[in-house]
């Protein structure tokens, strides 16, 4: 029996010492196979646009001044430049468009001679409160065609918008890339009852710094090295100040006197007449439903609701329709105040949802409001850095992607994400390298879970300063759209359902347009 024994221990270390060299030897040997063989959540969602970081620019590129402009009469002028009507007709149709054209001029009434000038034009009915967003083609040469769908029947007037001139967004697209540091952040440390405050941002030139980098995303933070205290002792982050970066030439290209300013017309308002053809506008529309491209324009007001034209939108008008639309579900909000407004019109609007003091800031979150009974639970939580906050508890600010790596997802859970208001200061590469994380997060999420909803709410209109601007916006949505085509999400587009509506551009839209909103929201969620 030991010789049995010792038999079988001989062996048994004969089969460990052959599988070590087995292991070792195919180590040595393994090579990585060619990307093209990886089946992975990156490739089940290719990425549908050029990786090349030039191939990106060129999707925004903008036309700029042959030459840095020296003094401010030689720049648009919003009071001189006007628009006329082109092919007038006697009779309009809901389903046909207009074509306007505009000519830029600048402070001495003078013909400009190049392009780059952002006009926003929209068609509107104060007394129907309808309104529809107009495609603006540059012609470059100081001309822009406006181009607008007539999509109901009653009165509509034309109006031309000169959101700022070519000059302005010169300026703008110059601060943009060259000053990232023109808003800075606070960090607050505290270790053995001694506190610093010191200068944060994702990147501090010229000074030691202590370097932050999430484990799960790879997001990096930096903040100036306290003169005492540790790294590890960073417990809040606040907003800092802004740094004036403009000269007075500057200042006056964007100033309020000449941005965002009605330009003179002489289109008188028409009548727009229905038929039967017209009803093909959004009778043949299909069900909301993820990989929709939003169409252009992407949807219209009539009656202060929202009509889409790319899918057939609800409307909730109802508390208990709302619930009964959200029964079951476990909907994660990840962005920035423009999304806590859905998460706070929602806690309005559903008398049975109640939310749940977590003892945190409330503009940055987490909040969570909660339907026990319906099986209901709403999130709202900020971005990860930067972000234009009060003082708020570092732990308590997560990264998208970090954050949806821990959400297993399935039919029953929503995910809405919105990022762009606290990225117009910095370089455009800043925004895109942000946006592979998280569209790699989602493809990593909707692959192991098809059936979750994720929903990207678009930018919308609003600011228009050097610290942030409808323009700096605008090429940020371009962006996000392009980044996440391909995949099996849905954008949400706030951009025309902010640009069109009767009530003033602000950076938080009224009560109105987040009613339609949410809406559409729940458009995609219940679509039947």
């Known amino acids: 029996m030991r010789q049995l024994w010792l038999l079988l221990i001989s062996?048994?270390?004969?089969?460990?010492?052959?599988?070590?060299?087995?292991?070792?030897?195919?180590?040595?040997?393994?090579?990585?196979?060619?990307?093209?063989?990886?089946?992975?959540?990156?490739?089940?969602?290719?990425?549908?646009?050029?990786?090349?970081?030039?191939?990106?620019?060129?999707?925004?590129?903008?036309?700029?001044?042959?030459?840095?402009?020296?003094?401010?009469?030689?720049?648009?002028?919003?009071?001189?430049?006007?628009?006329?009507?082109?092919?007038?007709?006697?009779?309009?149709?809901?389903?046909?468009?207009?074509?306007?054209?505009?000519t830029a001029r600048d402070h001495h009434a003078r013909p400009k001679k190049y392009g780059g000038d952002y006009f926003r034009a929209k068609l509107h009915s104060p007394a129907l409160k309808a309104g529809v967003t107009g495609h603006v083609k540059d012609h470059g040469n100081g001309s822009y065609l406006a181009t607008l769908l007539l999509p109901w029947a009653g009165r509509a007037e034309v109006q031309i918008r000169l959101i700022h001139s070519?000059?302005?967004?010169?300026?703008?697209?110059?601060?943009?890339?060259?000053?990232?540091?023109?808003?800075?952040?606070?960090?607050?440390?505290?270790?053995?009852?001694?506190s610093e405050m010191v200068e944060c941002n994702l990147e501090v030139a010229g000074k030691d710094v202590c370097t932050y980098r999430n484990p799960v995303s790879g997001d990096t933070w930096q903040c100036?090295?306290?003169?005492?205290?540790?790294?590890?002792?960073?417990?809040?982050?606040?907003?800092?100040?802004?740094?004036?970066?403009?000269?007075?030439?500057?200042?006056?290209?964007?100033?309020?006197?000449?941005?965002?300013?009605i330009i003179p017309g002489n289109v008188s308002p028409i009548n727009v007449f229905s038929d039967i053809s017209s009803l093909e506008l959004t009778a043949n529309l299909s069900a909301c439903r993820p990989g929709l491209e939003p169409t252009q324009p992407s949807g219209f007001y009539y009656g202060d609701n929202w009509r889409s034209l790319t899918c057939r939108g609800r409307h909730f008008p109802q508390p208990s329709d709302a619930l009964a639309c959200l029964k079951g579900k476990d909907i994660h909000m990840f962005g920035d105040s423009t999304l806590r407004q859905w998460f706070e019109y929602l806690e309005r609007f559903i008398p049975s949802l109640q939310r749940i003091d977590l003892h945190v800031n409330y503009k940055s979150g987490p909040l969570i409001a909660v339907d026990a009974i319906a099986g209901l639970a709403v999130r709202w939580r900020a971005h990860g850095l930067p972000l234009r906050t009060s003082k708020t508890m570092v732990s308590n600010l997560h990264y998208e992607s970090a954050h949806l790596a821990g959400i297993g997802g399935g039919p029953h859970t929503v995910i809405v994400i919105t990022l762009w208001a606290h990225f117009t200061t910095y370089p455009v590469q800043v925004y895109l390298e942000r946006l592979g994380r998280i569209r790699k997060a989602v493809a990593s999420l909707l692959f192991r879970s098809p059936q979750t909803t994720v929903i990207l709410k678009s930018a919308n209109t609003g600011s228009k300063s050097v610290y942030g601007s409808d323009w700096l916006s605008l090429q940020l949505d371009i962006l996000l759209r392009v980044y996440f085509k391909g995949l099996a999400v849905i954008?949400?587009?706030?951009?025309?359902?902010?640009?069109?509506?009767?009530?003033?551009?602000?950076i938080h839209p009224g009560p109105a347009v987040i009613r339609n909103e949410v809406d559409l929201m729940l458009s995609y969620i219940c679509p039947q």
């Open 224 to 261: 100036v090295r306290p003169r005492k205290l540790p790294c590890d002792s960073w417990v809040y982050h606040s907003m800092g100040k802004n740094r004036i970066i403009t000269d007075s030439l500057e200042d006056t290209l964007l100033s309020s006197s000449v941005a965002n300013k």
């Open 11 to 102: 062996v048994w270390c004969i089969g460990v010492m052959v599988y070590k060299f087995l292991t070792v030897y195919s180590l040595k040997k393994y090579k990585p196979p060619s990307p093209k063989m990886h089946t992975t959540p990156s490739s089940v969602f290719p990425q549908t646009i050029d990786s090349n970081f030039n191939e990106l620019l060129r999707l925004i590129d903008w036309p700029e001044p042959p030459s840095p402009v020296t003094h401010y009469n030689l720049s648009t002028s919003p009071r001189h430049c006007d628009y006329h009507l082109l092919n007038a007709r006697d009779t309009y149709r809901i389903g046909e468009t207009l074509e306007v054209l505009i």
């Open 166 to 194: 070519s000059e302005a967004v010169a300026v703008l697209k110059k601060k943009r890339e060259n000053h990232p540091e023109k808003v800075y952040f606070y960090g607050y440390f505290q270790f053995n009852g001694s």
């Open 491 to 506: 954008i949400l587009d706030a951009w025309d359902m902010t640009s069109c509506h009767y009530l003033p551009d602000a």
